[in-house]
């Protein structure tokens, strides 16, 4: 079975850091796009990083720039995101997503765009 589960998100201070990772089953992640995505109640859904292993391109979101990492490990079909000095304002539900798409129709036009794997989501809390 096709499968996108991620990790690692929980409650955190303001200033804090927390590494999600988003572990593929079924299929291999080599070949793909694999994007992070957010959304909090009340807000649009965006676009927070994205690589693409076919062409090695790698996209950051506006929102958190400068505070991110994607990396991915295809021996373990794995793509982790680093975050570092969270703020109240990413709370959210962030989930990873697959396909073999661009990066851009990925992170930037994923509205106009059907992304064929997603994961459950897991919640990140930044609050004191």
């Known amino acids: 079975q096709v499968r996108l589960v991620e990790s690692g998100g929980g409650l955190v201070q303001p200033g804090g850091s927390l590494r999600l990772s988003c572990a593929a089953s079924?299929?291999?992640?080599?070949?793909?796009?694999i994007g992070w995505f957010r959304q909090a109640p009340g807000k649009e859904r965006e676009g927070v990083a994205c690589?693409?292993?076919?062409?090695?391109?790698?996209y950051y979101g506006d929102s958190m720039k400068d505070r991110l990492t994607i990396s991915t490990d295809n021996a373990e079909n794995t793509v982790y995101l680093q975050m570092n000095n969270l703020k109240p304002g990413d709370t959210a539900v962030y989930y990873c997503?697959?396909?073999?798409?661009?990066?851009?129709?990925?992170?930037?036009?994923?509205?106009?765009?059907?992304?064929?794997?997603w994961g459950q989501g897991t919640q990140v809390t930044v609050a004191s």
């Open positions: 690589v693409s292993n076919f062409d090695g391109k790698i």
């Open positions: 079924g299929f291999s992640l080599d070949g793909f796009a």
């Open positions: 997503a697959a396909d073999q798409i661009s990066v851009q129709a990925m992170c930037v036009r994923h509205r106009q765009t059907v992304i064929e794997y």
